[in-house]
């Protein structure tokens, strides 16, 4: 039977995809669920996985090409017997077809499964897909073993031909275990981006002086979206240390424990994620946003993340979380996390923010200035976690110094609507949070 691979309708106000790049070419075998194509919409970019196993007999619409939701870009033959592979060159302007139009034996894009991110029960916090999984259960490859394939994928990730080339050299050593992975080369932005051909700007920034390449759809948005809020909001940053030693210390203690129980890591992350939505409790200004000479109130927290992806920093939402405990919170930033790294978010991952907070003391940075995603009124940014010397007072009032874990907070706010004063008051309750914090309701 074929079967149509059609543009996937990725939210709600998404209307149309670009293709970025097929995984696979007319006449490749691949299995249900495999990443078959990569989309980019005005929002975010993904990897779409194909509807169903069989042949890829025709792909009808071109890299870099715009379509509408439900227009018909690819087929796919189940019958091995019956393909007939059509290797002539996609169309450039497609003929689209309504997603009603679809004929009833195609998939539809609502249909067609976004893998999830979390693997319950793996033990890691990698994202292997379930055909990956599925070959690693066959021929008895633990996580811990699977965790050291080098993957040849995007962001690194494990594919089949990974884990069925480690299958053949581990037959052949005897089952040897397997070396570490070589360290990962430097971050390197550029490598996935397209050569642009101008001839006037190409003159301008003669090779091999310069290489000249173009901006992806993801950088373009961000870009535009910066400039807007910097025009937008006249922006105050307000700069505190916290004295992090608790969560840390607890974090250390716990840490192998929670892991074996949840089956991802525990980090920093949680803690300071559960005491900022407790502050926008008592804070709920904070949570606003604004609209004209209106000020936009609001009865739910949705909290925006910043993450890093192979593309660039991303900000995907996690919703109403003034509903989740901390196990909820923490199972939510780590699918949002890993379906953002393994490019599955949905557009609407990433829209209907509330707040934002952004820890880049991940990558070293002691301190920063956030620019505000709008159209929120404040967002925090998190240094790197540093022990350094602290006077601190002890019962009797005698003052000593002692060795604290401390990171500097900051907070950018729309100065429109939050003053100094209500900035600073909701700075320091993030701060008290995390110092006082009670870790009997953290699992």
């Not at 053949?168 to 990962?184: D, K, Q």
């Not at 909820?328 to 393994?342: E, P, S």
């Not at 923010?353 to 952004?358: A, E, K, L, N, R």
Request: proline share 6%; net charge neutral.
């Amino acid at each position: 039977m074929q079967v149509d691979v059609v543009m996937p309708k990725m939210g709600e106000s998404i209307q149309e995809g670009k293709i970025l790049r097929w995984m696979k070419k007319p006449g490749d075998k691949i299995q249900k669920d495999e990443t078959i194509l990569e989309i980019s919409t005005d929002k975010v970019d993904s990897e779409i996985p194909s509807p169903a196993s069989g042949i890829l007999t025709k792909i009808i619409v071109a890299e870099q090409e715009t379509v509408e939701v439900g227009t018909i870009i690819a087929k796919i033959e189940t019958d091995a017997a019956a393909a007939k592979v059509d290797t002539s060159a996609p169309t450039a302007a497609p003929a689209k077809s309504a997603p009603a139009n679809v004929k009833e034996e195609s998939v539809a894009p609502a249909s067609m499964p976004m893998t999830s991110a979390i693997d319950s029960g793996n033990g890691s916090d990698k994202f292997y897909s379930p055909l990956v999984r599925t070959i690693a259960k066959k021929e008895g490859i633990g996580t811990a073993e699977l965790d050291r394939i080098a993957g040849s994928g995007i962001g690194g990730r494990v594919t089949k031909k990974d884990v069925l080339a480690y299958v053949s050299t581990r037959t052949s050593r005897g089952g040897a275990a397997m070396p570490a992975p070589p360290v990962p080369p430097a971050y390197r932005p550029e490598t996935h981006l397209k050569p642009v051909d101008e001839k006037e700007l190409l003159k301008k920034y003669p090779a091999p002086q310069y290489k000249v390449v173009r901006m992806d759809n993801v950088q373009t948005k961000m870009a535009e979206h910066m400039v807007r809020s910097i025009q937008t909001s006249p922006h105050v940053a307000a700069i505190s240390e916290c004295d992090v030693t608790r969560v840390v210390d607890y974090r250390n203690k716990r840490a192998a424990e929670f892991e074996k129980q949840e089956g991802f890591k525990l980090t920093y992350t949680h803690f300071f994620a559960d005491a900022i939505v407790q502050a926008l409790k008592e804070y709920p200004l904070i949570n606003a946003s604004v609209e004209g000479n209106n000020i936009i109130l609001k009865n739910f927290i949705n909290l925006g993340l910043a993450v890093a992806s192979p593309t660039g920093l991303i900000v995907p939402v996690i919703k109403n979380v003034e509903e989740k405990n901390f196990l909820g919170l923490a199972w939510a930033i780590n699918d949002i996390a890993n379906r953002t790294r393994t490019r599955k978010l949905m557009p609407d991952d990433i829209q209907g923010g509330t707040f934002t907070f952004t820890n880049y003391g991940v990558f070293g940075t002691v301190v920063g200035t956030p620019i505000i995603n709008q159209p929120q009124l404040a967002i925090l940014g998190i240094g790197a976690i540093k022990k350094r010397p602290v006077v601190q007072t002890d019962v009797d009032g005698h003052d000593y110094i002692g060795i604290r874990s401390m990171s500097y907070f900051t907070l950018s706010f729309d100065h429109r609507i939050v003053d100094g004063e209500l900035g600073g008051k909701f700075l320091e309750k993030i701060i008290y949070n995390i110092q006082n914090y009670d870790f009997s309701k953290a699992f």
